[in-house]
Nanobody
Framework: QVQVVESGGGLVQAGGSLRLSCTAS????????MGWFRQAPGNQRELVAL?????????RYADTVKGRFTISGDNAKNTVYLRMNSLKPEDTAVYYC???????????WGQGTQVTVSS
C-alpha cells in the first residue's frame, strides 16, 4: 500500500500562483508515474499533469493547463510538485495526487487538496 499525501492548496486571486506538493511513502524506484487530477463540483475527475519515473521522465498536461502549469519531481524526496501560474477561476477544484506502482500498475490516491481561485 502506497500512502500519498498532498499539500499546498488554498485560496488565490485570478492571475496568482500556487504550488502543490505530493509525497509518496515508497521510493520512486517502485513507482512508475505520479500525477495530478482535479475534480470540480458536478464534474468528472480529470487529468491535469502526469510525470513518468521510467526512462526519460516524460510529462504530459491537459490542454487547459499547458503553458501555465508545470509538473516536476524530486527523486530523493519521493515528491512531485505542481506549479500553477496564471490561475483562473475555472481552475477551482479539489486536486488529487495519484501514484501508480510499477509492475501491477496499482493506483493510489491522496486525500485531495482544495484550490479556489477568486475572480
Amino acid at each position: 500500500q502506497v500512502q500519498v499525501v498532498e499539500s499546498g492548496g488554498g485560496l488565490v486571486q485570478a492571475g496568482g500562483s500556487l504550488r502543490l506538493s505530493c509525497t509518496a511513502s515508497e521510493s520512486i524506484t517502485s513507482i512508475q508515474s505520479m500525477g495530478w487530477f482535479r475534480q470540480a463540483p458536478g464534474n468528472q475527475r480529470e487529468l491535469v499533469a502526469l510525470i513518468s519515473w521510467i526512462g526519460s521522465g516524460s510529462s504530459r498536461y491537459a490542454d487547459t493547463v499547458k503553458g501555465r502549469f508545470t509538473i516536476s519531481g524530486d527523486n530523493a524526496k519521493n515528491t512531485v510538485y505542481l506549479r500553477m501560474n496564471s490561475l483562473k477561476p475555472e481552475d477551482t477544484a479539489v486536486y488529487y495526487c495519484l501514484a501508480r506502482r510499477r509492475g501491477d500498475s496499482s493506483a493510489y490516491w491522496g486525500q485531495g487538496t482544495q484550490v479556489t481561485v477568486s475572480s
